[in-house]
């Protein structure tokens, strides 16, 4: 699909748009402050929605994309909690005392000030926290997955002025765990469904905030869909129902000519291969089965679509659409948990009553493989995945009209969310909070790639580590291991798939960026000697936070 053709099929008009002049920081400073929005899809793969190649209909995400511009290369955490502490702080997890997950309903993490201690420490300061300060009224909704026990971690207590969510992990979509509103526990009413329920929450706060008073808001809506269980409202399942019936190796085939034909990725780029079974060799009846999980899935993302479509209709409404910076992506890859074929039944997915709590439906490695198109792995991994996200940047104050619809070609990080909203708010990060020293703060500015797609902001290294999975980018080459090795080595510029591992052609680089990783993991907090050794040293804890998370 050439530009033209997507920016018609996206529906560019049904987002009023203005031209809009290239901003520097400079600039920025003397004008008014944006409203920003940041919303984060949960378990979503790179590939799933419309404008980054999916069969799934996402058409307001579409025409976000269509008015803004899409990264080509942007990455998160690998997983959940690790995600939304590298996101909310600016800091590498470990720093932020989330190195692993977060404690679980079964009680307090039995750890204390470690990068490992399952909630937000307090050597951190939040997104929230700084553009309150900066005078912006500070909105949440969805899931925060933070801290749950210790309420000094909490969204209100974080810098938020108002909360309506989870506060936990994973959750029923129709009669969701510990719902909360503000720091009040609360009971979901009849009717409820978590991904439109947190949209009206934010509609409803966006509008109470622009009514307040004259000052700009930052809204964070966390939606938990299509994180498992996989609860889809009857009429999206009945959409998607019949939809893959080819199975996941000819939805991945047809994603990849998509992404190609898109300009996502080059034509002769090679795929990584899907390494889930043949489709020809189920029955019948498995067949239906599995095209009923993808649907329950695809629904899942569908619902995510509608409700970003009615917060856009109420930026319209209050006249905020031009002046707002919105951004949205996905936690980690798709997951691939649920065994290599998924889990939950024909009666379970059609009828979402006959289970509870989050032990429901699950897509299973197969098709998380699929939805990471053209990448290898998927949710934990820091492949690419594993880790890489669509993220899609709307800001018609911000953005020229001539590269409306365009991608970003330069590679950013969640810790760059931290300076680009600082930047943004024409706020400064601080040296302490409340008396406490903070760490400093590591990522770099997006404001340049989005107002003028100059040089690349990453000039230095950077780094990841999630439960034993290593990685770090310096440039176009990147160094991974998975679980427990050995080391890869690729370059992305010509290799974004990681297809040909060039560890043992190029022994000195990849000897020389083995030791700064080591190196930032010993700043880091990082426990790397042995694969899983810190995690089994803590034992039974993080066997209950792998099976309730």
């Not at 960026?513 to 810190?534: C, D, I, L, N, P």
Request: aromatic residues 12%; contains cysteine; neutral net charge.
């Amino acid at each position: 699909m050439d530009r033209r053709c997507f920016l018609k099929k996206a529906g560019l008009l049904a987002v009023s748009l203005s031209i809009a002049p290239k901003l520097t920081a400079a600039a920025q400073s003397n004008t008014k402050k944006p409203n920003i929005v940041i919303i984060l899809a949960d378990d979503m793969g790179f590939s799933d929605i419309g404008c980054y190649g999916g069969e799934i209909e996402t058409p307001n995400l579409d025409a976000l994309a269509a008015g803004g511009l899409r990264f080509k290369q942007f990455y998160n955490a690998a997983r959940c909690c690790p995600t939304r502490a590298g996101l909310m702080t600016g800091l590498a997890p470990h720093l932020a005392g989330i190195g692993h997950m977060t404690e679980t309903s079964k009680g307090p993490s039995p750890l204390a000030d470690e990068p490992y201690q399952g909630y937000l420490n307090n050597r951190c300061v939040t997104i929230a926290q700084m553009l309150k300060k900066a005078g912006y009224h500070t909105l949440m909704t969805g899931k925060w997955h933070l801290g749950l026990h210790h309420k000094e971690c909490w969204p209100l207590q974080r810098g938020f002025d108002k909360y309506f969510g989870i506060i936990d992990g994973a959750s029923d979509y129709f009669k969701p765990q510990r719902l909360t509103y503000m720091n009040d526990p609360i009971d979901a009413p009849e009717n409820f469904y978590t991904t439109d329920a947190f949209t009206d929450y934010a509609c409803r706060f966006v509008e109470e905030s622009v009514k307040a008073e004259d000052k700009p808001f930052f809204l964070y809506l966390a939606y938990n869909a299509p994180h498992w269980p996989l609860e889809a409202k009857t009429k999206d399942l009945q959409k998607y129902e019949g939809k893959y019936k080819a199975g996941w190796h000819d939805i991945s085939a047809r994603r990849f000519e998509r992404q190609k034909k898109m300009g996502l990725f080059k034509s002769d780029c090679t795929p990584a291969p899907h390494d889930g079974p043949q489709w020809d060799i189920l029955t019948d009846e498995q067949k239906k089965l599995q095209d009923l999980r993808m649907a329950a899935y695809a629904a899942c993302i569908d619902a995510i679509d509608q409700n970003i479509g009615k917060l856009i209709t109420k930026l319209k409404e209050l006249d905020k659409l031009d002046s707002t910076i919105i951004f949205f992506l996905s936690d980690n890859g798709a997951c691939h948990e649920g065994g290599i074929r998924g889990s939950g039944s024909e009666a379970v997915i059609r009828d979402p009553n006959l289970t509870s709590g989050t032990d429901g439906p699950r897509c299973g490695r197969v098709w998380a493989n699929a939805s990471n198109t053209p990448f290898r792995y998927y949710k934990s991994f820091v492949h690419e995945g594993g880790m890489s996200t669509p993220l899609i940047v709307h800001w018609p104050a911000g953005i020229a009209k001539t590269r409306n619809g365009s991608f970003v070609e330069n590679f950013g990080y969640l810790l760059d969310f931290m300076p680009t909203c600082l930047e943004l708010a024409d706020a400064e990060y601080p040296a302490d909070w409340e008396g406490q020293p903070v760490h400093p703060m590591v990522g770099k500015s997006l404001v340049p790639l989005i107002t003028t797609n100059d040089a690349p902001i990453h000039t230095e290294p950077v780094f990841w580590e999630h439960e034993g999975n290593r990685a770090m980018r310096e440039g176009q080459w990147k160094l991974v291991w998975a679980k427990d090795g050995p080391w890869e080595l690729y370059d992305l510029s010509k290799d974004r798939t990681e297809m040909t591992n060039l560890i043992d052609t190029m022994p000195k680089r990849a000897a020389r960026m083995k030791r700064m990783w080591e190196s930032w993991a010993r700043r880091t907090g990082v426990q790397f000697q042995t694969s899983f050794s810190y995690y089994n040293m803590i034992g039974d804890y993080v066997k209950e936070q792998s099976l309730e998370q």
